[in-house]
């Protein structure tokens, strides 16, 4: 069973950081490529970043480039979204997400993902 469960999530001051783990388990992890998405109250869902499976990809929200970065830990079967410079219209629940298809790249699109963890809450607030 595909399990993908988020954690690191909190209150942060702007300005501050943050660093959200994605830890999987139930499939192969080096064989497929994960995106994190984040929602906001009364907003619809968005991507955030994707990472391929070799790490050669990394996509990123504009509103996020050169603040976030994404990675991946084999060894841990962990994907990680370090989040620094961290601003109030950050504050969302964060999830990361995997596609049905083995080394499918799904970017962005919310739509290219099929299996969801639960999500963490991320507040970003003085």
């Known amino acids: 069973e595909v399990q993908l469960v988020e954690s690191g999530g909190g209150l942060v001051q702007p300005g501050g950081s943050l660093r959200l783990s994605c830890a999987a388990s139930?499939?192969?992890?080096?064989?497929?490529?994960f995106g994190w998405f984040r929602q906001a109250p009364g907003k619809e869902r968005e991507g955030i970043s994707a990472i391929d499976t070799n790490e050669n990809i990394q996509s990123y929200r504009d509103s996020v480039k050169g603040r976030f970065t994404i990675s991946r830990d084999k060894a841990k079967n962990t994907v990680y979204l370090q989040m620094n410079s961290l601003k109030p219209e950050d504050t969302a629940v964060y999830y990361c997400?995997?596609?049905?298809?083995?080394?499918?790249?799904?970017?962005?699109?919310?739509?290219?993902?099929?299996?969801w963890g639960q999500g963490t809450q991320v507040t970003v607030s003085s």
């Open positions: 139930g499939f192969a992890f080096d064989d497929y490529a």
């Open positions: 997400a995997i596609p049905e298809g083995k080394w499918y790249f799904g970017g962005l699109g919310a739509r290219e993902y099929d299996y």
